[in-house]
């Protein structure tokens, strides 16, 4: 399975913008890049995902590279509510199309 | 209703009981799933329930042993558990098995083997 690379924690100002990043250079040409982040004490929720242009939706954008080695998620106005484990993934189309968890960026933010 | 609903919240068992776990959703999606999760991990797919067949078993015990006897249900069946068993258990749901469809999770079991 293709895999990602995540900093373990991060932390941010409120208010500001916030760039969580995420490798992941084992990545094929069918794979898609997935956000989910999970709330303390809730389940996972899902963020965003694209495939090789740069996505915006209302919680957030996502950055691709160009080779698509890696990617990266920004908040653009972090709010304490925001304070969460973040995960980024690959989904892969052609076989199980499973989604498997890596270990995730706690964020931490700071009033 | 974009809801996906656990019962209940917070279970403790002994390692000879049996108890069920139970996941609703009608958001009329046609694929469902559990994971478990340990403190401080991510969540581990155990099964995947496509229009209400068994799609995929992540090698798990039979102590655990799911069910989703309509498309909007699915049970998780727990026999003979081990403290090691002791996670949160997270149910989602999501349109359908294949293709780039978010999952709604729900809240959880934190279950307890004493």
């Known amino acids: 399975d293709a895999k990602t690379t995540q900093p373990n924690s991060m932390e941010s100002n409120e208010e500001e913008p916030v760039h969580l990043p995420c490798n992941h250079s084992?990545?094929?040409?069918?794979?898609?890049i997935h956000w989910y982040r999970q709330l303390p004490s809730q389940g996972p929720e899902y963020v965003i995902h694209?495939?090789?242009s740069n996505v915006n939706n209302r919680m957030a954008s996502l950055a691709i590279a160009e080779d698509r080695k890696s990617s990266t998620l920004i908040l653009h106005r972090a709010t304490l509510r925001d304070a969460a484990v973040y995960y980024c993934?690959?989904?892969?189309?052609?076989?199980?199309?499973?989604?498997?968890f890596g270990k995730g960026t706690r964020l931490h933010i700071l009033p | 209703d974009t809801e996906v609903t656990q019962t209940p919240k917070h279970l403790v068992m002994g390692m000879t009981n049996k108890k069920s776990l139970k996941c609703e959703q009608h958001m009329g999606h046609r694929a469902m799933y559990w994971y478990k999760q340990k403190a401080k991990k991510p969540p581990e797919l155990m099964f995947v329930?496509?229009?209400?067949?068994?799609?995929i078993n992540e090698s798990v015990p039979s102590r655990f042993s799911p069910e989703c006897p309509n498309s909007s249900l699915l049970n998780l069946h727990l026999h003979a558990l081990q403290p090691e068993d002791s996670a949160l258990y997270l149910c989602?749901?999501?349109?359908?098995?294949?293709?780039?469809?978010?999952?709604?999770f729900g809240p959880g079991t934190r279950l307890t083997v004493t």
């Open positions: 993934i690959l989904r892969e189309m052609n076989r199980d199309d499973k989604i498997i």
């Open positions: 329930y496509s229009y209400e067949k068994l799609s």
């Open positions: 989602a749901s999501s349109q359908r098995h294949r293709g780039n469809y978010e999952q709604y």
């Open positions: 084992t990545i094929s040409g069918t794979d898609y």
């Open positions: 694209g495939l090789t």
